[in-house]
């Protein structure tokens, strides 16, 4: 007769062990992103970016008012409502930067009066007004607002970010987001180190106790609550927890203030005011 294959007429144990020997076998399939979707993140950045240049270059497409309006909110006890409309625009357009240069741009016009203003209070020479000038834009604002971004957002999404489940798609901080906090910090920084101490001058300049304790608390106080708007803006974010690490550098702000006023009887207090004169003009 002829044989018959065992494997004809397997048992359902067989069966049943066979499959699960072969699916122990088979790897299983991870869901990971195409370099389609990469892609498309990559085209929808630079359309974000080149879309901000564009109106950048035309005044008309700014919305000049409400930027005006969030800068007044950023000086009122409240200033953590600018951010609801981060949130809004998440909402509505999927991103939580602003789309719209005009915050950015009405800052670049107010350091560029700024500037002249000073170059005229201390009579300096056109080279030394343009070298101030280039010095506000680039090193009081662009550069640190580049490098505290930077750092906030890879300290917000590698230590800050809630951790990923099943259900929750796991978000990160956007950098131009995060260069949107430095600029809303910046603000009414602006307004203490470049507005009220302009009109402060013949007072902070004079060597006097009272000229460093006015000077240095001015500086202390625009310094602490730029960190404190910065805090702000990471709060704001709803998958980031233990924010108020950006509340530490105003104890160290606090620290250095402190320490400067104990050490003026001993001759080792500085005027800040007086200090960065002598950088910028003489």
């Not at 699960?20 to 990469?38: D, G």
């Not at 892609?39 to 564009?54: E, G, L, P, V």
């Not at 956007?174 to 949107?180: I, S, T």
């Not at 906090?181 to 203490?192: D, T, V």
Request: glycine share 4%.
């Amino acid at each position: 007769m002829r044989r018959v294959s065992n494997t004809a007429f397997s048992s359902p144990q067989n069966m049943s062990a066979t499959s699960r020997k072969t699916s122990a076998s088979t790897p299983l399939a991870i869901p990971i992103a195409s370099p389609s979707s990469l892609d498309h993140h990559r085209q929808f950045s630079s359309h974000r970016y080149t879309a901000m240049a564009s109106r950048l270059t035309d005044l008309g497409q700014m919305d000049v008012q409400a930027a005006l309006d969030q800068m007044r909110s950023l000086l009122s006890g409240r200033p953590q409502i600018v951010y609801k409309t981060a949130y809004y625009r998440k909402q509505t357009k999927n991103h939580w930067a602003r789309d719209d240069p005009a915050f950015s741009a009405l800052q670049v016009g107010f350091l560029v009066v700024a500037a002249l203003a000073y170059s005229v209070a201390f009579r300096t020479t056109i080279m030394g007004g343009l070298s101030f000038l280039l010095y506000s834009l680039l090193w009081n604002w662009l550069v640190p607002g580049i490098i505290v971004a930077t750092i906030g957002r890879e300290l917000a999404n590698r230590h800050l970010a809630g951790t990923q489940s099943s259900t929750h798609v796991k978000q990160s901080v956007e950098w131009l987001y995060a260069f949107d906090i430095h600029c809303n910090s910046f603000f009414p920084m602006f307004c203490l180190l470049y507005v009220a101490q302009f009109f402060l001058l013949p007072l902070v300049l004079s060597p006097s106790l009272f000229a460093l304790l006015l000077s240095n608390t001015l500086y202390a106080a625009a310094f602490s609550w730029y960190w404190y708007i910065t805090h702000l803006g990471y709060r704001s974010l709803p998958f980031l927890s233990n924010t108020e690490v950006f509340l530490f550098p105003v104890a160290a702000i606090a620290l250095v203030y402190v320490l400067n006023l104990v050490g003026y009887p001993f001759g080792m207090g500085w005027n800040a005011s007086r200090l960065l004169a002598q950088v910028y003009f003489y």
